[in-house]
């Protein structure tokens, strides 16, 4: 023994040696075949829950940025639904707080929009092109010919891809939209037509959005829909993930008679839908580190059955129930911390390189995992997050060290006498 081992505690230099030397079924090797079975499961574990985890991460962050495109980070509503007779007034009050960078107002309707014999239902937004374009990244990145075309009194629209393919109508097409408040006439009451211009289509990424929305300007909009002033004001902020802290302060600032509605808000349907999958994949894959942990309960019986001889001899040279004991919390535990990095390792490779790895399966297997006309999203994405892989982690060790405890205290309650009779 070394200068440096013999100062180790000799309950971590036995059950190290215990790990890399075991002996099962009469083989000798550098780790005993349990051990490295357990260690092989909870690195597999490990590995799985980090990838998953970091793949819904991925999906979770390119449809909230795909949304962001088309949603703008606050909105700003009446309270009476009126609308907001001084909108300047209002855009400059928001823009006063350090995190709001642009604002722009909007008007906002329920239509239906008709071709023929085709009608769909259709949100109406009212914008100021020049405006727009500093909340919202979508409208930016249409061609400066089509946003130059939404002209005050053009009565020009811009549809979303999908609706304009269920109508049927490409750009230079005339579409009808039908207001819902119409006219009070002997006959009834009768909706307000209206004959407009497609001047062009968007694609946002987000089906929502791409099948209802409908820009025009927003004086054509508020003259469509009878309105006096514009339906309310779309923020940009620093940082959208600040929204909701945001959003609190806008509330406080602005006073009651301003609704004040962050993006978070207006989609909790879908986020909490998605934070509800991640917890039951983090409990399903949780499992499977568990049984591979519990491996180990398998693996130190064993081991203490096999070394009976070996703890007698040490508890007759004055070894504490308590030292042997701890030789096999050694043993169990290193397995556990080695699996865990391994894992660790394992899906964080796999993680930060899965834009590599699943192309190149893909490549292998002549197939496709998001095939490009059926899924908007036609590679896979990935988001490690150490929120995420810190609590995978220490949840892991817990698990390797409380299998340790049951076959540990068996090992230290081994009678010396008995052990050594028929050796």
Not at 259 to 286: G, H, P, S
Not at 395 to 411: C, D, G, K, N, Q
């Amino acid at each position: 023994m070394n200068s440096t081992s013999s100062k180790l505690p000799y309950e971590l230099l036995i059950g190290w040696r215990y790990t890399r030397a075991g002996r099962v079924a009469g083989r000798n090797g550098f780790i005993s075949f349990i051990s490295g079975v357990s260690m092989l499961g909870i690195a597999l574990g490990v590995a799985a829950l980090i990838i998953v985890l970091s793949v819904m991460n991925g999906f979770q962050k390119e449809v909230r940025d795909r949304m962001l495109a088309v949603v703008a980070h606050i909105e700003l509503l009446s309270t009476g639904g009126e609308g907001f007779a001084d909108v300047n007034a209002l855009m400059a009050q928001a823009k006063r707080n350090a995190s709001v960078v642009a604002a722009a107002p909007f008007v906002a309707q329920q239509a239906l929009m008709a071709r023929g014999d085709d009608m769909r239902g259709a949100l109406v937004r009212g914008i100021e092109p020049e405006l727009e374009t500093q909340v919202t990244d979508f409208t930016l990145q249409l061609p400066p010919d089509v946003r130059g075309a939404l002209t005050a009194g053009s009565f020009n629209v811009v549809l979303g891809g999908e609706l304009a393919h269920a109508l049927g109508v490409r750009v230079g097409d005339r579409v009808t939209l039908v207001a819902p408040s119409g006219q009070v006439t002997p006959a009834g009451v009768m909706p307000r037509l209206k004959q407009l211009n497609v001047a062009g289509l968007f694609d946002s990424g987000h089906y929502e959005y791409d099948a209802t929305l409908v820009l025009m300007h927003i004086e054509d909009a508020q003259r469509i829909f009878r309105l006096e002033s514009p339906s309310g004001v779309r923020l940009k902020l620093k940082d959208g993930q600040q929204a909701r802290s945001v959003a609190s302060e806008l509330a406080a600032t602005l006073g009651p008679e301003v609704i004040v509605r962050d993006w978070t808000r207006q989609n909790r349907t879908w986020f909490a839908a998605v934070q509800v999958e991640k917890r039951m994949m983090f409990i399903i894959l949780t499992l499977i580190v568990a049984v591979a942990a519990f491996n180990l309960v398998t693996t130190l019986v064993m081991t203490v059955t096999d070394k009976r001889a070996d703890i007698a001899i040490l508890r007759t040279l004055g070894a504490s129930p308590r030292s042997i004991m701890g030789i096999f919390v050694v043993q169990g535990a290193t397995v556990g911390v080695l699996g865990t990095l391994g894992g660790l390792l394992m899906g964080l490779g796999v993680a930060c390189n899965i834009d590599v790895i699943v192309p190149a399966i893909e490549n292998a297997l002549g197939a496709s995992f998001l095939p490009r006309d059926i899924y908007l999203i036609s590679r896979m994405p990935s988001d490690p997050q150490a929120a995420d892989i810190w609590p995978i982690t220490l949840i892991s060790l817990a698990m390797a060290f409380v299998a340790t405890i049951y076959p540990s205290w068996r090992a230290s309650r081994i009678n010396p006498a008995q052990a050594l009779r028929y050796e």
